[in-house]
């Protein structure tokens, strides 16, 4: 499936740098199965995590 994103400007520089990925390695440290978040919600980082990669800039 494809989509198309608007990233606010204020985050511009976050996309640029590592397309977020510091922000989802955090997330899926903090994933520890013991309260709400558990494999699914993982998984769900880890598959946005792998999207945002493999993004790109259109305009």
Same mark, same amino acid.
Not at 3 to 13: D, G, K
Not at 39 to 46: K, L, M
């Given at each position: =499936? @494809? @989509? %198309?994103?608007?990233?606010?400007?204020?985050?511009?520089?976050?996309?640029?740098?590592?397309?977020?990925d510091?922000?989802? %390695?955090?997330?899926?440290?903090? @994933?520890?199965? #013991?309260?709400?978040?558990?494999?699914?919600?993982?998984? #769900?980082?880890? =598959? =946005?995590?792998?999207?945002?990669?493999?993004?790109? @800039?259109?305009?």
């Amino acid at each position: =499936m @494809i @989509i %198309q994103l608007e990233i606010p400007s204020e985050f511009e520089s976050d996309y640029k740098r590592d397309r977020f990925d510091e922000f989802f %390695q955090r997330v899926l440290a903090d @994933i520890d199965y #013991t309260g709400a978040c558990g494999n699914y919600e993982s998984e #769900t980082a880890q =598959m =946005m995590d792998d999207a945002f990669k493999e993004s790109r @800039i259109i305009r």
